[in-house]
């Protein structure tokens, strides 16, 4: 009698569809295309956490750029000014204080207006 090892291999299957539960038609519950599709999964993921990064910094850079223009000075003025300055504040901490502490955010402006 041989050995055929259906334990194992269903094993297998139920953790591969353990994984895809939730997932649209036959990528759920056929084998083949739940391997092919949380192997996608898995690749889109590891782009899409290099992506997230990128997509923060933009969201961050926009906040400033709406936040700098409302007080009459350009996005890239600012930068270079705060730069010059010595102010090293990070685009993440300089859009939480334009959100949250206007007046902190307008007294920087002011700082990089008058330092020309």
């Known amino acids: 009698m041989r050995v055929k ?4 291999s269903n094993r297998k ?6 994984i895809t539960k939730g997932y649209w038609g ?21 782009v ?3 992506r997230k990064k990128r997509d923060y910094r933009r969201l961050w850079i926009t906040r400033i750029s709406a936040a ?6 350009s996005y890239s003025v600012f930068m270079n000014g705060l ?3 010595g102010i090293n504040i990070n685009r993440k901490m300089l859009s939480e204080i334009a959100i949250h502490d206007i007046n ?3 007294e920087l402006v002011e700082k990089v207006r008058n330092s020309k």
Not at 13 to 18: H, I, N, S, V
Not at 26 to 46: F, G, I, M, T
Not at 68 to 73: F, L, P, Q, S, T
């Open 26 to 46: 036959e990528r759920k519950n056929v084998y083949r295309r739940a391997r092919e599709a949380y192997l996608a999964a898995l690749s889109r993921s590891y």
């Open 5 to 8: 090892g259906a334990s194992i």
């Open 83 to 85: 730069k010059k300055l």
């Open 104 to 106: 902190a955010f307008k």
């Open 68 to 73: 700098v223009r409302a007080e009459g000075m």
């Open 13 to 18: 299957r139920e953790k591969l569809f353990k």
């Open 48 to 50: 899409d956490r290099k």
